[in-house]
Structures are given as C-alpha cells and as structure tokens.
C-alpha cells in the first residue's frame, strides 16, 4: 500500500492519516457519491478534460452540485500530482453528497464531501500487456445506470473475486445475452476480418473516456469500427479481445471462459490500440506547472 500519501479533503491537504470523512456522510451510508479515477504518466494527466466533463455529467444526472469551478478542480489535480512527487500511477476523486441524518431522502442543505488521493503504480509497465488476461463471463446484475460513474461498486468486486477465484484476472458481465463491459474497464473485440467492435453508448456502459479515445484513433487509423452489442460466444470466435480503462488503456484478453480468443496471445490491433492511445494522449496531457 501507498503510504505517506498528502491527500486533499475539502479545502485542506492532510497527511493521508489524518483524512477523515464523517459516519454520516451520505457516500459512507448510501453510495451517495461518483468518482473519477484520471492516470498519470511522467508527472502529467492523461485525458483529463474527458474525465472532467464525465464527472459533471455524473454529478448532474444524480442532482449533485460540484463543489468547485472547474478551473480550480484541475488546479488541484495538478497540485496534487505535485505534493506526493507522483510520477507514474492514478489520481482517484470522489465527490458525496456530504454528512447528513440517515434518511432516504436527502436534504438539499448537505454540503458535499470532496476526497482526491494519489496511487503510485507502474501503468506503463504492466505485465499482462505481455501475456494478456483471462476473463469469465457473469450475469451483470448492476444497478440499471450504469452510465453514472457512482462508487456502488459491491458487484463489480464480487465478479472480480468471482474471477479471481477461477483463476483468471477479471470478469465480463452479460445482460441478455450480450457482454455489457467488464467489471471496472470497457469491452472491446476485433473480428477476423480486423473490424473493431464496441457496444454503444447507453444506460447500460459507463462511457468510458480510454473507450471513447481508442474509438476515435481506431477511425482515424483506419481501423473499421462497429459499435454494436457482441455476445460471448462472438468473442470466443474473434481474432482478439481487449478491455480500455484510465489505467490499463488498451489491455488484451485471451481468454474467455477458459475458450483462447484468437491464437491466444495478444492482438496487434491491441498493441497498436495501446500504443497509439499512449503516444497521443501524452502529446496532449495537461503539463503540470
Ligand atoms: N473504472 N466501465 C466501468 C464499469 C468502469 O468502472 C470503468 C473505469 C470503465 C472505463 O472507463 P475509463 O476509460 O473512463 O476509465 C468502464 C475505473 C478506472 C475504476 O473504477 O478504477
């Protein structure tokens, strides 16, 4: 674990053992609360005017007010980066709606609860860009918005143990027949015939800002995209798989439910998915001043 972390807790940077947020605070009673989690390469923010708008969109959908100009949210990402010296890894933010008597109606006084914290980790450097991953698939018994990025995060755990326990490293959970996304990342096939197809945006996905980047890179590249729902059965016969999130960008997949995607090593779409999105999006980081 972190350790020695200056974390920012409403207005203030406090070492990280002295960040306490209250028992009564809605995120802690009622999942009251959306997030954001931004990775960091070099020093630097990747893809940050994404996650800023997805957050506002999150906060708007729940009637949650921000509780700072925009301008100032990114300042604080950038000091933040810079009082832990943090070079490679993630910055997480939560926002919850703040302290307040236990009710399910919410009262409209309680002030909002803002937590940003740093973890260092090798993002770049991550082994399973060599070997790839294994997933299985499992019901997706989510909320039914999953579109809203809010820290009711208890299934996804449970899947990823679920996983974790059959010897793989992660889930994809299916609703109707048709893959949804994985557990905490985007799901992402390429067919044999090198098309890239990704479910559309819905109710269904989070719209995931490394998905809605590799998207525009794969057309760009001219790699045909179909955004579509795919089955696991579709999967199984594709020539790759891959998930996207902040942290792991382009992450491959070769297994599923024990079945090898493809020869059953990563795919050079893949790896050039991974690649593109890294070099472009570090061209375009915000520089911390
Ligand atoms: N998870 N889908 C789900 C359910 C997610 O939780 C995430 C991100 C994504 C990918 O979104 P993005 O590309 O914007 O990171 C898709 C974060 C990283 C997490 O919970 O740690």
């Known amino acids: 674990m972190n350790v020695n972390r200056i974390v920012y807790l409403d207005g203030a940077w406090l070492e990280e053992a002295e960040a306490k947020v209250s028992v009564f605070d809605r995120g802690f009673l009622f999942a009251d609360a959306v997030y954001e989690v931004t990775a960091v390469i070099g020093g630097k923010l990747i893809d940050y005017a994404g996650h800023a708008a997805r957050l506002q969109r999150s906060l708007d959908e729940l009637a949650l007010a921000c509780p700072m100009a925009p301008e100032d949210l990114l300042a604080i990402h950038r000091e933040i980066v810079a009082r832990n010296a943090l070079d490679e890894g993630l910055i997480y933010l939560q926002i919850s709606r703040g302290p307040a008597d236990r009710d399910f109606a919410f009262p409209g006084t309680a002030s909002p609860t803002l937590v940003l914290f740093t973890q260092a980790k090798a993002v770049l450097d991550n082994p399973y860009n060599q070997t790839g991953i294994k997933v299985i698939t499992v019901p997706d018994q989510r ?53 890239l197809v990704t479910r559309p945006l819905s109710h269904a996905i989070l719209p995931g800002i490394t998905r809605a980047t590799i998207v525009a890179l794969a057309r760009a590249a001219g790699i045909p995209v179909e955004e579509r729902a795919f089955t696991p059965e579709e999967a199984k016969q594709a020539s790759e798989a891959f998930v996207t999130s902040a942290t792991n960008f382009a992450l491959p997949v070769v297994s599923i439910d024990g079945a090898e995607v493809g020869n059953g090593r990563p795919g050079p779409i893949t790896g050039r998915m991974r690649a593109l999105y890294i070099a472009e999006r570090l061209s375009l980081a915000e520089p911390v001043t």
């Open 143 to 195: 909320w039914a918005r999953r579109d809203i990025k809010t820290v009711q995060l208890l299934y996804p755990s449970m899947a990823k143990m679920e996983a974790l326990r059959q010897g793989a490293q992660d889930a994809w959970l299916v609703e109707d027949g048709f893959v949804t996304e994985a557990t905490s990342a985007n799901a992402h096939i390429v067919t044999v015939e090198g098309r």
